[in-house]
C-alpha cells in the first residue's frame, strides 16, 4: 500500500471537505474518518490507502480552513477534540452552540453526531 502524506490533488480535496463541513448544523460534530467517508477516493488512489490516510488528509484540511468554515464541530473518533492549539477554544465554540461533554472530556457521538444532511431531512439517500 502506497502512503500518501497528502491527497493528489489537495486543493480540490479540501475544498470537499469544507463543501461538507459547512453543512453541519450548529450543535453537532463529525469526526474526520466520517467527512472522509463522504468523499470518493481520488483518482488513482486505492480503497484500502484513502481509508488509511483519508482522516489524516481531513486534518490538513481543517488546518487551512477559511474563516466561513465551522471548523470547530469536526472532533476525532473517540468524541475528543484532538489536542493542539486551540483545542480549549474548540470546546469553549461547542458548549456555546450546546455540545455537552462528559467528565473524560468526550462529546456523546450518538446524541451530537451528524452523519449528513440526507439524516437530518429523514432520508436515507447518500450525500454523495
Do not use: H
Request: aromatic letters at 10%; proline letters at 9%; glycine letters at 10%.
Amino acid at each position: 500500500m502506497p502512503a500518501y502524506s497528502s491527497p493528489p490533488n489537495p486543493g480540490a480535496y479540501y475544498q470537499q471537505v469544507w463543501q461538507i463541513v459547512r453543512q453541519i448544523p450548529r450543535g453537532r460534530v463529525v469526526t474526520y474518518g466520517q467527512i472522509a467517508k463522504m468523499i470518493p477516493p481520488p483518482s488513482g488512489v486505492e480503497i484500502e490507502s484513502y481509508a488509511a490516510f483519508a482522516p489524516r488528509w481531513v486534518g490538513g484540511a481543517m488546518a487551512a480552513c477559511p474563516d466561513d468554515v465551522p471548523w470547530q464541530r469536526v472532533i476525532n473518533s473517540k468524541g475528543e477534540i484532538s489536542a493542539r492549539s486551540g483545542a480549549e477554544r474548540q470546546r469553549v465554540l461547542l458548549e456555546q452552540e450546546g455540545v455537552e461533554f462528559d467528565a473524560k472530556g468526550r462529546v456523546d457521538l450518538k446524541k451530537f453526531g451528524w452523519k449528513g444532511s440526507a439524516e437530518e431531512q429523514g432520508t436515507n439517500l447518500p450525500l454523495f
